[in-house]
């Protein structure tokens, strides 16, 4: 079945230090790739998504780029803010099942 | 309302007693989907519909968890007899088709407790 496996945390940051955060993924057919975050105290919110192979997907200086190759989504953001601590999920969709397959989650703390 | 709305909040439900959750999706949305989320885990998927049909409910741990979405809008997720094992946050999602690049919307979820 599908499976997504993400880098262990928590990873604690300094304030505008470099985040990348592992996310490697197994799946049937061709699926889409979204990462996820929740905020404290808040739901889960889409974060950034790409839906084919080489597809970077981008928002809030947060980047991450679809690798068929090396099955890979890895989270990057060149300068981390404090207002990034949060817990971020990686997920596939696997349109043939209708359903989306979650990571088990890293928790960032960005420390000023 | 703007988004996807879960009641209640929290829970608390002692062994061996029924409980039902409630989710109200975003307008319009056709699949919703409901997560069980452990602690320190990522969701994982229980079951989902598309309108009010379930199309698949392999995730549903047991036949003690009922879900249903009757008009296709709000949904129910029903657990009876609740064990200490059922214990997690339950999350709601919904989106506006399951093709690939509908991302899922999700409820602020549940927390059940059973002591």
């Known amino acids: 079945g599908d499976s997504v496996t993400q880098m262990e945390g928590p990873v604690t940051l300094s304030e505008e230090a470099f985040l990348t955060i592992n996310c490697t993924y197994t799946?049937?057919?061709?699926?889409?790739l979204f990462w996820y975050v929740q905020y404290p105290g808040e739901g889960l919110q889409l974060l950034l998504k790409a839906t084919k192979a080489d597809d970077k997907g981008s928002n809030k200086g947060f980047e991450a780029t679809y690798r068929k190759e090396t099955t890979s989504f890895h989270l990057e953001k060149g300068s981390v803010q404090v207002s990034d601590s949060a817990v971020y999920f990686c997920a596939l969709l696997n349109t043939n099942a209708g359903k989306s397959t979650f990571g088990d989650g890293t928790t960032l703390t960005v420390k000023p | 309302g703007a988004g996807v709305s879960q009641s209640p909040r929290y829970k608390v439900a002692k062994r061996g007693q029924d409980v039902a959750l409630r989710c109200d999706p975003i307008?319009?949305?056709?699949?919703l989907f409901w997560y069980q989320q452990a602690l320190g885990q990522g969701p994982e998927f229980l079951t989902y519909f598309q309108n009010e049909a379930q199309l698949d409910k392999s995730g549903l741990p047991s036949d003690r968890f009922f879900a249903e979405r009757p008009e296709g809008s709000v949904s129910t997720l029903k657990i009876q007899r609740t064990q200490q094992e059922d214990s997690a946050v339950y999350l709601c999602?919904?989106?506006?088709?399951?093709?690939?690049?509908?991302?899922?919307?999700f409820g602020n979820g549940t927390r059940l407790t059973v002591t």
């Open positions: 307008s319009g949305h056709v699949s």
């Open positions: 799946a049937t057919g061709y699926p889409s």
């Open positions: 999602a919904s989106s506006l088709i399951t093709e690939n690049n509908s991302p899922l919307h």
